[in-house]
T-cell receptor
Framework: DQQVKQNSPSLSVQEGRISILNCDYT??????FLWYKKYPAEGPTFLIS?????DKNEDGRFTVFLNKSAKHLSLHIVPSQPGDSAVYFC????????????FGGGTRVLVKP | DGGITQSPKYLFRKEGQNVTLSCEQN?????MYWYRQDPGQGLRLIYY???????QKGDIAEGYSVSREKKESFPLTVTSAQKNPTAFYLC???????????FGSGTRLTVV
């Protein structure tokens, strides 16, 4: 039973345009959400996070939106750059479960010059 | 420089052999984790440890074993009981929110 799902396995976007990555979750105990970026043959690196008490968090070109009623979050990258081409993982954790992360399946983003 | 070191980067195993993947961190993090990534798939939790001398099974622990004798070290043994061990293995550590985990650079294990 996948508790965190990224339904789009891949996304192609033109340089300078917006990339929107989506993530859905089913566990209502999740109260903290993160996005990680991963290049091939490397470990994921932390990008941005959001607590369930907020509905938006922004850091430079990256903004994460959380819709708790829909159990949905999204990552916006504006403007997209060729260096953003990577796999992006959504992750969620529940304080009651010791904060271990449950990951989605990932979305591969290709930014075309 | 603080971080997590995984070794080796590439590992080849013959059928029926046990192999051990190393994970060392100097971040003074209490919690450590092992994940597995298969092509085109997400990260699945194998084992985790919240404190020295204690660890718990994750979602796919069968065929794997771990130890946590030191805070800095969390080695993963892939045993011959693991039916499909070829994958990319990632170790992580955590001090908690807000940044979640710090990951190592991974070990690619191939069964030959």
């Amino acid at each position: 039973d996948q508790q965190v799902k990224q339904n789009s396995p891949s996304l192609s976007v033109q340089e300078g345009r917006i990339s929107i990555l989506n993530c859905d979750y089913t566990n209502s105990m999740f109260d903290y959400f993160l996005w990680y970026k991963k290049y091939p043959a490397e470990g994921p690196t932390f990008l941005i996070s959001i607590s369930s008490i907020k509905d938006k968090n922004e850091d430079g070109r990256f903004t994460v939106f959380l819709n708790k009623s829909a159990k949905h979050l999204s990552l916006h990258i504006v403007p997209s750059q060729p260096g953003d081409s990577a796999v992006y993982f959504c992750a969620a954790s529940a304080k009651a479960a010791g904060n271990k992360l449950t990951f989605g399946g990932g979305t591969r983003v290709l930014v075309k010059p | 420089d603080g971080g997590i070191t995984q070794s080796p980067k590439y590992l080849f195993r013959k059928e029926g052999q046990n192999v051990t993947l190393s994970c060392e961190q100097n971040l003074n993090h209490d919690a450590m984790y092992w994940y597995r990534q298969d092509p085109g798939q997400g990260l699945r939790l194998i084992y985790y440890s919240q404190i020295v001398n204690d660890f718990q099974k994750g979602d796919i622990a069968e065929g794997y074993s771990v130890s946590r004798e030191k805070k800095e070290s969390f080695p993963l043994t892939v045993t011959s009981a693991q039916k499909n061990p070829t994958a990319f293995y990632l170790c992580a550590s955590s001090i908690g929110r807000p940044s979640g985990y710090t990951f190592g650079s991974g070990t690619r294990l191939t069964v030959v």
